[in-house]
């Protein structure tokens, strides 16, 4: 892989399987990978009209839809840059990522006129559309195949710890993450994953790029409603789901934890440390569950607990994908078995580096080893535990203070349905803890009762000592929660 040239997937199943269902539709007949060819070229012929060639950059402001689908290969037909943007940003962080990325095409679906009329307005060079139906196609040569390290997406970071970077992500990357994950998780045409994570986010973007690779089927769900995903596994043979923490306590409490269909394999969850008391929940009503490690960076997965640990090792992430190599290091250096450090990784699938940012990729690129910038621990086995992002450590009188372990336990409360923790700048400690809390609906807590929930559970340097009731706790469009913005909040 690292010198031969990667294969046009799609255009290949066309040819060799073009019966086969690629896309499986809520209300109608399943798309074959035949139709979803033709669907991508009639668009490449648009778009090439448009004069879109090998390396051109073309933004995609859509939501989850067939549509999304379709573009998103018409571009690999082209080999244009695909830069898919998050639907839920302001117009001006819009415009800032669309001249950052040196953009020159912006193709918005047709529920967003107003964030395309103030892009128009922003940035008056460059060519937004609303849709490609108006536009004739013109002759055009689809891709063979691709150089490993020709550049296929940037996709912004979702921009938690500060302002986003544009991640490069070449068709190398995509190909070995969808490869690696196949031989942890195989499928085929018998399973269907389901698309419910943004398109516009690598998770999502993953699943419909693993769908040819698998040749399986792929469901895609406009936006997340536990009862349209729950439906969709009872009746629409979904088999594999991936999910962040959040979306999965909300599934469950839908469901009101009664078993899914014997057809249903695996919840894949990611997005950061997932909470003990929600694992534990799920293995007592026999809800199979497994969980990954990943980031933008990686191009999705890079660790993931195998099948048959899911249990032995619950918390866990599992260990590398194939090909993938990982370590825990403390000021570049390895440590040991069960300490806590940084979380390195090397391989095929990890970016080349952050768009026309060579400092920002030099820091993150060091000793041949990508640093993440997420803490966690490796046991004797080699099996990562995820602790936290690194930059959301608190460190109260010289003690490190994990905000995920705090948030678990304030989680086992009946009364909390979420929780956020951050450090609070203190003159005495340096940092002390504060808690948002979300109730459970018909709940009442004082901040004194959470007080003493936690004194009777954690260290004393781990209590909160300010608590906030709030509505809703910020989230980013995969569901992570956003601390940056509990900090400026407060």
């Avoid at 998770?203 to 040819?212: H, P, Q, T, V, W």
């Avoid at 594999?240 to 695996?266: G, K």
Wanted: aromatic share 8%; charged share 20%; with cysteine.
């Amino acid at each position: 892989m690292n010198e031969e040239n990667l294969p046009n997937w799609l255009l290949n199943l066309s040819q060799q399987q073009p019966d086969l269902a690629a896309l499986r539709t809520t209300d109608g007949p399943d798309l074959s990978f035949g139709e979803l060819y033709r669907q991508a070229h009639r668009r490449a012929g648009q778009l090439a009209g448009l004069g879109i060639r090998p390396g051109i950059r073309v933004a995609l402001l859509m939501g989850n839809s067939l549509e999304f689908v379709y573009m998103v290969h018409a571009l690999i037909q082209l080999r244009a840059v695909l830069v898919p943007l998050n639907v839920r940003l302001s117009p001006v962080e819009l415009s800032w990522q669309l001249d950052d990325v040196h953009a020159s095409v912006l193709i918005c679906d047709e529920r967003r006129p107003d964030l395309a009329n103030a892009v128009t307005l922003a940035l008056p060079h460059l060519l937004v559309l609303m849709g490609l139906d108006d536009h004739p196609a013109s002759p055009y040569e689809p891709a063979q195949s691709y150089q490993p390290d020709e550049l296929h997406t940037i996709i912004y970071s979702s921009g938690t710890t500060g302002r986003p970077k544009g991640v490069q992500l070449t068709y190398r990357n995509h190909f070995f993450n969808a490869q690696a994950s196949y031989q942890n998780l195989p499928a085929g045409p018998h399973d269907c994953w389901l698309a419910v994570l943004p398109l516009f986010h690598v998770g999502g973007l993953a699943i419909i790029l693993r769908g040819l690779f698998y040749v399986m089927p792929v469901l895609v769900q406009e936006s997340f409603d536990p009862v349209a995903v729950n439906a969709a596994i009872d009746r629409q043979y979904v088999t594999l789901v991936s999910v962040v923490a959040n979306m999965l306590a909300r599934l469950l409490d839908e469901r009101q934890d009664r078993p899914y269909p014997a057809s249903f394999r695996y919840f894949l969850i990611g997005g950061g440390p997932v909470p003990p008391p929600l694992l534990e929940r799920c293995a007592r009503a026999g809800i199979p569950v497994i969980q990954t490690y990943g980031m933008t960076e990686t191009a999705s997965q890079s660790v993931t607990l195998a099948a048959a640990d899911a249990l032995r090792k619950l918390g866990s992430a599992g260990q590398p994908l194939p090909g993938v190599e990982l370590r825990i290091e403390r000021d570049d250096e390895a440590v040991g078995p069960d300490e806590i450090g940084e979380i390195v990784l090397r391989g095929p699938g990890i970016t080349p580096g952050y768009d026309h940012r060579p400092a920002e990729t030099e820091r993150a690129w060091r000793g041949g080893w990508f640093h993440t910038g997420d803490l966690g621990r490796l046991d004797t086995e080699g099996f990562l535990f995820v602790v936290d992002r690194r930059d959301d450590l608190i460190i109260s009188g010289g003690e490190n203070v994990y905000p995920a372990e705090i948030e678990a336990v304030l989680l086992c409360h009946p009364a909390i349905a979420e929780a956020g923790v951050i450090g609070i700048p203190s003159e005495r400690w340096g940092q002390v803890v504060g808690a948002f809390i979300k109730l459970r609906p018909s709940t009442n807590l004082t901040a004194g009762e959470v007080i003493a929930y936690c004194m009777e559970r954690l260290a004393r340097f781990k209590v909160p000592t300010e608590v906030h009731f709030v509505e809703s706790l910020p989230r980013n469009a995969t569901g992570k929660l956003l601390r940056r913005v509990l900090r400026d909040q407060l």
